[in-house]
Structure formats: C-alpha cells, structure tokens
Nanobody, 125 residues
Framework: QVQLVESGGGSVQAGGSLRLSCVASGYTYSSYCMGWFRQAPGKEREGVASIYADTTRYADSVKGRFTISRNNAEKALYLQMNSLKPEDAGMYYC????????????????????WGQGTQVTVSS
C-alpha cells in the first residue's frame, strides 16, 4: 500500500522554526519527485517546494527561508522552515508525483496522486 505520513507541525511565533517530516512506504521512493504543499483556510492548495535527485524548487514566497531535503535510504522527506511568518500558516501536505523519473515546475497539485494526511502549522504574530 502506497502511503505518506507527515509529522512535525505545531504552533510557533513569527520568526520561529519548524521541521516537517514525511515518511513514505509501498513504492520505490527514490524514483519519484516529492513535494510539499500547503493550504490555508479559504485558499487553494499551493506548492511550497519539490525535490528529485539533486534538483530542488521553491515557491518565491519561501525561498531563502525553507529547505527541502530527502533521505532515500529512509524513504523520508523533510521541510525545514525558518523565519516563519503568519502567512506561512496552514495545513502542510507531502505528496508524490504521478510519474517517476522527473520533477516538473513547482506547484500543480493535480500532478501529484499520493498525499499524506497533512500536518497543521500555526504561526502567531
């Protein structure tokens, strides 16, 4: 069974940091692009970062503050979030691209067909 499980969300003050984790199971993890998405109440889901092999991509709003990484041996995906802002708040999801072998430009949820349950991030000002 293909599955993604996130952890690491929480509540922080603006300027603080959080590290999100996602553990995959049920498929050849290293073959697929992985992404982090977020969704705030009343807003569409948006791409935050993606990674495949040595290629990473970031939304402009998080560049320089967030770092995506992965450990293929442990089938794990991470998102280190620093200098958090209130506008970073929302439900964060890890996701796997539909097709193996490449990573498209960031940010189209429909291209990802395996999703975690989400982890909540709250940032207070």
């Amino acid at each position: 069974q293909v599955q993604l499980v996130e952890s690491g969300g929480g509540s922080v003050q603006a300027g603080g940091s959080l590290r999100l984790s996602c553990v995959a199971s049920g498929y050849t993890y290293s073959s697929y692009c992985m992404g982090w998405f977020r969704q705030a109440p009343g807003k569409e889901r948006e791409g935050v970062a993606s990674i495949y092999a040595d290629t990473t991509r970031y939304a402009d709003s998080v560049k320089g503050r967030f770092t995506i990484s992965r450990n293929n041996a442990e089938k794990a995906l991470y998102l280190q979030m620093n200098s958090l802002k209130p506008e970073d708040a929302g439900m964060y999801y890890c996701a796997r691209l539909r097709w193996p072998g490449y990573c498209p430009p960031l940010g189209i949820p429909a291209e990802y067909n395996v999703w975690g349950q989400g982890t909540q991030v709250t940032v207070s000002s």
